[in-house]
């Protein structure tokens, strides 16, 4: 093997190490600027990493479901109503108060807590790839140990970003 060649190939492993590593830690990196910009209470850079329309619709089927296997059809009854109400509540804002650990409304959920940090409740989270194109944020509650009772928060690939695009309430 020449030298070119050598350098060649040690080239196009350093390349292809590269847009790996880019690949795992490029939500990670999304994460961390969403944390920033929660923590600024800027919206505009919270909902730049938010496809809200997807998330909209996501957390709305979500409760829908959820009211249908309480046997309650409130939100089905709402009809038309209720798009304004998704369209209301489920803001940058609404989903920043979500991922402290609030509800949509700000109100604390006394779910996900995790340690005390300068006297808030700081909630816990694991977080993972679930396919190639789909990561996944939980929101940990100490009282449920299984992953579908807990809150997910479910990022998907958007070109070479990450968008929050959908939420998976707790069963």
Not at 31 to 60: F, G, M, T, V
Not at 153 to 165: A, E, N, V, Y
Request: hydrophobic residues 40%.
């Amino acid at each position: 093997m020449s030298v070119g060649n050598k350098i060649g190939a040690g080239a196009l492993a350093a390349l292809i190490a590269v847009v790996c590593g880019w690949f795992y830690a490029a939500p990670y990196i999304t994460l961390y600027q969403l944390k920033k910009a929660i923590e600024a209470q800027d919206a505009n850079e919270i909902s730049r990493h938010i496809d809200l329309p997807a998330l909209r619709e996501s957390i709305k089927s979500g409760l829908v479901e959820k009211q249908a296997a309480g046997k309650s059809n409130l939100l089905r009854s709402l009809g038309a109503v209720a798009d304004p109400m998704f369209e209301a509540l489920v803001t940058p804002e609404g989903i920043a108060a979500m991922m402290k650990g609030e509800g949509l409304l700000g109100k604390k959920s006394g779910k996900g807590q995790g340690s005390k940090q300068s006297g808030k409740d700081v909630p816990r989270y694991s977080m993972g790839h679930d396919r190639f194109n789909r990561f996944v944020v939980r929101l940990e509650d100490k009282d449920k140990e299984d992953p579908k009772g807990q809150t997910a928060f479910i990022f998907t690939r958007d070109g070479l970003s990450w968008k929050l695009s959908a939420v998976r309430l707790p069963s």
